[in-house]
């Protein structure tokens, strides 16, 4: 079977963990995250950058430690739990006894971009009452986040930086919510 | 065996992302878009295009992101967001939190053409009130959109195109009913 | 793995879109087409033509966008929708909400011919009240096509002026169970 | 690997399409065949014919267009169809709104011989009322037949004749239970 | 893959089908022949004789025309047809029209013996009413047959022999059960 | 790939066919053997030998008929049924019709030893009274018998004597049980 | 498939089959072994030694007679037999007509170590009374076992003697529980 | 094909067997472990360690006796069954007769770092009462451990030893629980 192919190299998303002032803790509140959607020519193991208006390139070495899916769930729960400093943030589906109060569904629209430029994250998410079902608020998020380095690394920090982002607004909502 | 494949391209349909005038946003409505049921020969992840009257080309190495059924479902939910400015647009299948007031079933029977000459989109779309399932509205739309260039990239982009004239379409429509 | 094959050539059926005068509109008639059945040894991606009384010959690198039947059912419903001028003609199976008053069966047993000579098409049609399930017109088709070229492209045309010829027939049929 | 196998030839059993003076019309009897069972070593795509009393020469690269059962399940109902000069003859399983009145049940126990010889045809078969389930008719068939020329094409029209010959027993015996 | 491997032959246990006087007509009656047990190390489609007292020989490239057992259970059914002078013998599974009065369960303990020397059958059979299940005759059948020649084709004559003899010990048994 | 693998030889266990003086027939008894459960190291179609007190060697070539386990089922109802001269010994698990009562479950535990030395059987056995389910009696059973020769038809040969002393026991068990 | 892989050699546990005067024999009580657990890295059919405090050695040629799980369960329930003088002990999971008054639960923790030095047994044993469920008994086991020579077939040998303790643990157990 | 892979080594992770000070025995509660959830890129046969704030290097040939997860799982169980000296501490899934009092729920949101540098492990754990399945005590743990040397054993000893630690917090959580 000819030469083996050239080693790859693996990526994870990674929580932005410095709590910032401008959310307030919310520590016994308790969120499930997920079900996460992603479009559908992100949802493998390699990574996606954008090469023209409606083209990508799937980059068949630079791969996700596993599926950019988890990948993204991991990391908004991560950076979910720290923002507002409760530990009772589960990734959905969660056993019975996790049951969360708010459940936060997520759709990412677009999340790509190119290496040295940038990357634009356009998601709707949307807070639901678990116990009730009956959703609370849904929002539109869509922002530009420039890419410091014409390399990978520094593609996927940017990503991890637009989920930051993204996190801080879904913490906000919450807060709305549990305002009401 | 023997000399890898040559490398195969990957593109994506894209939303036509600006409002246009025509359309009043209708924001508190909330959507559902599919199942949305492609003809049989172009539900598959190589682009294809006609090369005479009853005879088509498979691209085996210019595919799309994942599957072209996909593509069309997620280009229509993003464009209608966009035009009716209302985050609640979901893909078929959607969570019970998610369900919608209205349903658009779309059925594209054509939507093929030639790189450098045009593309023809001819599809039935009907809106169905979730609630009590019954049809409020069936259209049929067809049009030929000319294709700039003879290449991949500005054939994916015509389409990208006619399925946005088709969003509006069903925009409009989605106002009448409302409206009813 | 020795030579690669050699390239296959793709075609498919088409509807014959010119309404014809013989046939009257039926514009908010609601008809669904299918179940279709083909022959067993027609019933593939590859297309076939006859060499003898009772042999065949299976083009490995000529086939169908998809397969055989899939390409009857769509472009008979796509006829009867022009012929009628409805939209709503849906093809087997459907969605409870696009369920169709009248269900039309179809029982292809010969489809094959050769070319530059001629195809038959020899058929059963069955119009059904959906609701009552009973079975208000049962008819048998056979009619011989002159292929005018001999080669598969023309071959294909003949094929889809036949289905033209018996989608008229029923959209005639379709008339008169409406009529009773 | 290594040389490609030779190409294969494709046979299909054809219906006897002329009507015989021997048997009446009954143009709006509804006839379902099938079940129909044949002997494990017949049912596959490979032509069989016998070398000696207990001995099958399986031909690799002369083949039915699908299988051996569908080709006789389709012949049979075709005869009948043209025989009775009715529409209404579905194959097993049929759909509910195509339930006929009287099922035809064949269990064929030999039905191979020798090229250049003879084809030897023994079956059961059984006529049941549908809607009441009981079993009408029940006789047996067994006949040999001439086999023109030395050659598989001419092997496969005499079983073509033998199922012709099959069909005007079975229509005859349709009549009778009518006629009951 | 190195050398294609040696051309199989294939063989078919046959029917004797010629009655004998020892076995008067039962033409009314209906018989369901099975399910047939066969020892596990003859159930597959290669032929197997023995070699010692506890060794078989396998050959590759002498094989039944399907399996072994299917062999048995049609041979069985077409003797006893013919034998008792009725169409109405099914092989199990029957479809519900086709449920026999008596049902004859036959578990084969040894059928196997050397070319040019002979062949042992052992077998229990047992004949049930259908309708209330109960047994009504079990019988042990063991009888060794010469085989002729000292090659596979009258070893399996023999086969067929012995699956004769059996099935008028059947017969006779079916005759006994009737009588009661 | 490369040269074949060398032929294996096929071995099966076979029954002690003559009937001891020790056992009285109990010729309308119904008995039902299994289900039989042997050790995991010998379930397999290789035949099993020991090499040391805790080794074994799995013999490629050397191979049962089919499984272990099938050979130990059919060699013990055999034995049973001729000891006891009853047709009525079935093989879990039984059609209802073939219910019998009393139900022999065997737990094999050792089961080799060396070729031209002994092979040691140990099982457990246990007889039950099928409609109440009730156990009647549980027996331990370990014996070892010489291996005349130093060749696996001696050792297969030597296991089907071994088979046909435990067979006694259990038909000795089963007069007990009948006898309460 | 270059080269074959080099031979495999087989191992299995043994019971000590010598009844120890430690344990009086309870010959009608009836016991259930199982479910054992096992700790996944030993769950395989190699056989794992230690190399390193927290690394361990898969030895691919050599092998258990079939999975480590099931060895120790035969052995296990064999031991107990033999200590007990009972033949109801039944292995996990057994058929309705076996069930036994008292079921052991074991989980394996550490059972390896290095040939030529020692192996650990480090398991939790539980006594349950099957028909109220309730658990009667839980110990903790831990012993290690000096490995005389530093080959596999020594250290499987100081596997089985400490499955023996262990069962003579479980033996007494079974006595106290039985007392009460 | 071509040259073997080369060979693996196998780590596994092991508890820290020394009962501390800081946790005093409550040798009659039953724990019940898991489910345990690990990140995604961390559930793996291969051992991962990070190369960058968000890369991961996948060691192909340094695997986990199992899988990763497994290996957590029997850590914790082992270490809290050490720490309150207690054999009653089960994994999940568990069977009826071993249902605990109290099931202690990990979720693993980081558990990696480099060779020669440190590990981070940042795990959120809750503590449930089965019986009412309600929530007593969820905590957020997250601690740095330094790895002594530049090598996979060394990284692995430190795994194990955070694990340690983290058991003894759950440990003191269960005492902290079972005091109200």
Same mark, same amino acid.
Request: net charge negative.
């Given at each position: 079977?000819? $030469?083996?192919?050239?080693?790859?190299?693996?990526?994870?998303?990674?929580?932005?963990?410095?709590?910032?002032?401008?959310?307030?803790?919310?520590?016994?509140?308790?969120?499930?995250?997920?079900?996460?959607?992603?479009?559908?020519?992100?949802?493998?193991?390699?990574?996606? +950058?954008?090469?023209?208006?409606?083209?990508?390139?799937?980059?068949?070495?630079?791969?996700?430690?596993?599926?950019?899916?988890?990948?993204?769930?991991? +990391?908004?729960?991560?950076?979910?739990?720290?923002?507002?400093?409760?530990?009772?943030?589960?990734?959905?589906?969660?056993?019975?006894?996790?049951?969360?109060?708010?459940?936060?569904?997520?759709?990412?629209?677009?999340?790509?971009?190119?290496?040295?430029?940038?990357?634009?994250?356009?998601?709707?998410?949307?807070?639901?009452?678990?116990?009730?079902?009956?959703?609370?608020?849904?929002?539109?998020?869509?922002? +530009?986040?420039?890419?410091?380095?014409?390399?990978?690394?520094?593609?996927?920090?940017?990503?991890?930086?637009?989920?930051?982002?993204?996190?801080?607004?879904?913490?906000?909502?919450?807060?709305?919510?549990? $305002?009401?």
């Amino acid at each position: 079977c000819g $030469a083996g192919s050239p080693p790859s190299s693996y990526y994870i998303l990674t929580s932005s963990n410095q709590q910032t002032s401008q959310v307030q803790p919310l520590n016994n509140i308790s969120v499930g995250v997920g079900p996460v959607l992603v479009p559908g020519h992100l949802d493998r193991s390699q990574i996606v +950058t954008s090469t023209g208006k409606n083209s990508i390139t799937i980059h068949e070495y630079q791969r996700w430690g596993d599926s950019f899916k988890t990948q993204v769930e991991e +990391t908004l729960a991560e950076n979910i739990s720290i923002l507002l400093q409760t530990p009772k943030v589960a990734i959905y589906p969660w056993e019975r006894a996790q049951r969360p109060e708010y459940q936060v569904y997520v759709t990412i629209r677009r999340f790509e971009g190119k290496t040295g430029m940038n990357v634009t994250l356009d998601a709707i998410w949307q807070i639901v009452r678990v116990d009730t079902d009956n959703s609370l608020l849904t929002r539109h998020f869509v922002e +530009t986040f420039p890419v410091a380095e014409n390399n990978i690394s520094s593609y996927v920090q940017t990503q991890s930086n637009a989920l930051g982002t993204l996190s801080q607004e879904i913490a906000k909502g919450l807060h709305s919510v549990v $305002a009401q």
